[in-house]
């Protein structure tokens, strides 16, 4: 256990780091001017006068080289303080968890929901493998994947906001405004995870123990309930998992739709407008939080299938 | 809960309506309903944008801290009139040629409960002074100081001559705040406004909460609150405003308009804005050089096609470097025909010689560029112009165009982006210094007009000089400026008193009120 502990913490670590130096080099290897960046997201407008240019940077630290840049703020992050914001001059801290907080929300209701429509579908297109109930529900679910957030999105407000006047058309001010956009997040995930579930049902009910279950008297389906469905949804865990730390971050078309004010859009604008702290801040947080989770992920697997044990040393 | 005044709604909502109907305001005041007004309604305003600098006065915030009845001013620009009228100074006056002073309304409380000073007006105008990202209205290179000479005047001092100064304080970013504001680095707008709402929340990247202000200057207030909803997305605030979730959207994209026209229960309001898309040329470079060839190719394009088509009609085509309804636009009627043979018998004159194909660089910041980009293409190779298309983001463009290593550039810009007048645009964009010439064109008869106006405070006088520098651009074809757009609101059929503002500075007032249907 402690080797695998510690090869994971390892994990956290190169990731932050990685992830926040590539975050931190965004700025200055797209076309234009950081600084100027910066100060158009304040003042909208062409016209730049250099003397201003010169003076907030010499305001944010910018004129120190690059590496002394990114050492100054692994220092302070490393003392948990996230620093100010490049734009608004506000504690990174004060934006990036509320904001993480919404977007956990969201992404856990999608999953949820994810999660209780695929596991029925993915149950019977297993076990109905191969006849008309596993054909109908492997291609309405596969064809989720070719529906980009962009186009569901719209079409959910048209039907349920516009046509049905039953849901806010966007907002995040109570849980009939969660509805349509884990609604529009959770059709990819329903589409993977039922083909995962049904996958796992079908290589469950394939294997030796089921025939030797029914042979030692379990009805079937008792054998279906006691080995095939615990068996099939062992992937689904891992899967969970990557789509839960992949979500935290790229959410942010259904949340620029919705107007949810979320981790994503917020990364999204932090990168756009060159704010360079609070890109980290929050990429930081997304990696250490997606890390963990993928990590509870493979205890929770080991539980469900002790042979893989031996793998974590 | 605040109380709620009931007070003589049908006076008020007469009042509002007498004056809306006597252009009291610019813009279009929405269709409204006969119903009377509810003064326990409150409404719901979606904004395009939300406040990325905190609420620093001298950001873009200013704009939603005044929008939504809280910051004011101590001028207002008139749309309709065309001119600066009082706010929270009454009157004002040029002391000497560098010095403008501005007597400041009595009996003024912020919402702190403190009295409006000329102390404290200084006080928040050289809080602004001193912004390290700078207003462009309001700033250290325009103005020199702000000080309090007598109780109750304002003296603002300027570098030189300026007739300009009370269109600088009818800035947004010229707003007043109490001197409690400014305690601390951040600035806290919460309870220290003097306008008619007072803001009582907020939920980052969300919304503002804004509460009736009951010891309003201005007079009763008809809406017990509102909230103005940060919406980035056109079409999330289109749905918004059609579903009733919102009562005023603004800024609707043009693929929403034809929706929301057809809907019931509301208007969509369109307005001249100050935002012309143009096709930017290289004055100073060949063959571009050649006003024939630049004129060649603005006979060449198809505006009305173009408005048309690609804006479906959020726009107008462009009748010259100003829309036509603004003050300074002097008499500059229609928009230039497609004039295919006049075009080709240019060139020929010009001696052009397609040896190279022209090329535009389309701006992704507007996706509809790349679409415009192609119409021009496809005009221009009407009359044997090749063209060839490259798509940058602006930072990518800015410094090749600065520097005059370009042929056409697709952009937008926003003539009135700092004060009410035209000069700095004038000045900036196309005057032989000017500091963002990206045409790099140099007229010293132009330049000579432009000085004049600089220091001319009669507004008709100054209009003129406006006027005929803008026929100097167009005679001289240095840019084509292609369509204008249009500010296009919509707003549910029982807000009343709402008049349509093109640069989205006021939107809610004590005269803003919603009947209870």
């Known amino acids: ?313 | 809960m605040l109380p709620v005044k009931r007070s003589r709604p049908i006076l008020a909502v007469a009042a509002v309506l007498a004056l809306s109907g006597c252009g009291f305001s610019g813009g279009q005041p929405a269709q409204e309903s006969s119903a009377a007004a509810d003064t326990s309604q409150r409404i719901v305003v979606d904004n395009f944008r939300a406040p990325v600098a905190d609420w620093a006065v001298e950001s873009d915030a200013a704009y939603i801290l005044s929008l939504s009845g809280c910051l004011e001013t101590l001028t207002k620009f008139d749309q309709a009139k065309g001119e600066v009228v009082p706010s929270l100074a009454t009157e004002w006056k040029q002391h000497s040629p560098l010095e403008w002073d501005f007597t400041i309304r009595d009996g003024v409380k912020f919402q702190d409960g403190t009295a409006l000073t000329a102390e404290s007006v200084a006080t928040a105008l050289n809080h602004v002074l001193k912004a390290t990202v700078p207003a462009r209205a309001f700033n250290s290179k325009i103005i020199s100081s702000v000080s309090v000479p007598q109780e109750g005047t304002v003296r603002v001092t300027t570098p030189t001559e300026s007739p300009l100064v009370p269109y600088r304080l009818a800035s947004v970013n010229s707003g007043i705040l109490s001197p409690a504001a400014y305690e601390g680095e951040r600035t806290n707008p919460f309870g220290h406004c003097t306008g008619p709402f007072v803001p009582v929340s907020e939920v980052a990247q969300q919304s503002l909460t804004l509460d009736r202000n009951p010891d309003y200057w201005g007079g009763d207030v008809q809406l017990a609150g509102a909230e103005i909803r940060f919406i980035t997305n056109g079409a999330t605030r289109a749905a918004q405003v059609q579903t009733g979730e919102a009562d005023i959207s603004m800024s609707i994209p043009a693929a929403s308009l034809s929706s929301l026209e057809n809907a019931d229960g509301l208007s969509v309001l369109k307005a001249d804005s100050p935002r012309t898309a143009t096709l930017y040329m290289n004055n100073g470079r060949a063959p571009l050089d050649n006003v024939d060839v630049r004129t060649a190719i603005r006979d060449a394009l198809d505006l009305e096609s173009l408005a048309a088509s690609v804006y479906e009609g959020a726009a107008l085509p462009a009748t010259g470097v100003f829309a036509s309804s603004e003050p300074w636009a002097g008499t500059t009627g229609e928009a230039p025909k497609q004039d295919l043979d006049g075009a080709k018998k240019l060139l020929a004159d010009a001696g052009y010689t397609a040896d190279r194909p022209l090329e535009i660089i389309a701006i992704v910041e507007r996706a509809e560029f790349a679409d415009v980009a192609a119409v021009i293409q496809d005009n221009l190779k009407a009359v044997g112009i090749p063209v060839s298309i490259v798509t940058k983001e602006y930072a990518a463009a800015e410094p090749d165009v600065i520097a005059g290593n370009y042929d056409m550039l697709l952009s937008q810009r926003n003539r009135l982006i700092d004060i009410a007048d035209p000069a700095g645009f004038l000045s900036a964009d196309y005057t032989c210094s000017g500091s963002y010439n990206l045409s790099h064109f140099c007229d010293p008869e132009y330049d000579q007009l432009l000085a004049k106006a600089a220091t001319t405070v009669d507004p008709e006088e100054r209009y003129s000089l406006y006027a005929q520098a803008g026929g100097i651009l167009t005679e001289k074809a240095v840019n084509v400026w292609l369509v204008n757009e249009q500010a296009t609101d919509a707003v549910r059929n029982n807000v009343l008193g709402y008049v349509q503002d093109p640069l989205s500075r006021y939107v809610l007032t004590a005269q803003t009120a919603k009947t209870a249907s």
């Open chain 1, 1 to 313: 256990m402690f080797p695998f502990i510690a090869k994971r913490t390892a994990t956290l670590v190169a990731a932050v780091l990685v992830s926040s130096f590539a975050v931190f080099l965004i700025p200055y290897f797209t076309p234009g001017d950081p600084v100027r960046t910066i100060i158009r997201s304040r003042v909208s407008g062409n016209i730049i006068d250099d003397a201003d240019v010169q003076a907030l940077s010499l305001s944010l630290g910018l004129q120190d080289p690059l590496i002394v840049q990114y050492f100054s703020w692994l220092g302070r992050i490393a003392t948990g303080d996230m620093g100010l914001s490049h734009v608004s001059r506000t504690p990174v801290a004060d934006q990036v968890l509320p904001a993480l907080a919404v977007t956990l929300s969201l992404v856990a209701a999608a999953l949820a929901l994810a999660v209780l429509v695929s596991l029925p579908l993915g149950i019977v297109a297993g076990l109905r493998h191969g006849k008309p109930a596993d054909r109908v529900i492997t291609s309405v679910t596969q064809s989720f994947i070719a529906m980009p957030e962009y186009w569901v999105a719209p079409l959910l407000v048209l039907v349920f906001a516009l046509k049905l006047s039953v849901l806010p058309s966007a907002g995040w001010s109570g849980p009939e405004s969660m509805v349509l956009p884990a609604l529009t997040l959770a059709l990819r995930p329903i589409s993977y995870f039922t083909s995962a579930v049904r996958a796992g049902m079908i290589d469950a009910a394939a294997a030796e123990h089921v025939p030797a279950a029914r042979a030692r008297g379990l009805s079937v389906p008792q054998a279906v309930l006691r080995h095939v469905i615990p068996n099939g949804l062992v992937p689904l865990s891992t899967l969970v998992a990557v789509w839960f730390a992949g979500l935290l971050g790229g959410s942010v078309i259904v949340e620029v739709i919705f107007a949810v004010p979320g981790m994503g859009r917020l990364l999204f604008d932090a990168v756009v407008n060159s704010d360079i702290p609070l890109a980290q801040g929050g990429v930081v947080l997304v990696v250490a939080l997606a890390v963990l989770v993928t990590t509870l992920a493979d205890f929770v697997h080991r539980a469900l299938t002790p042979a893989v044990e031996g793998s974590y040393a």
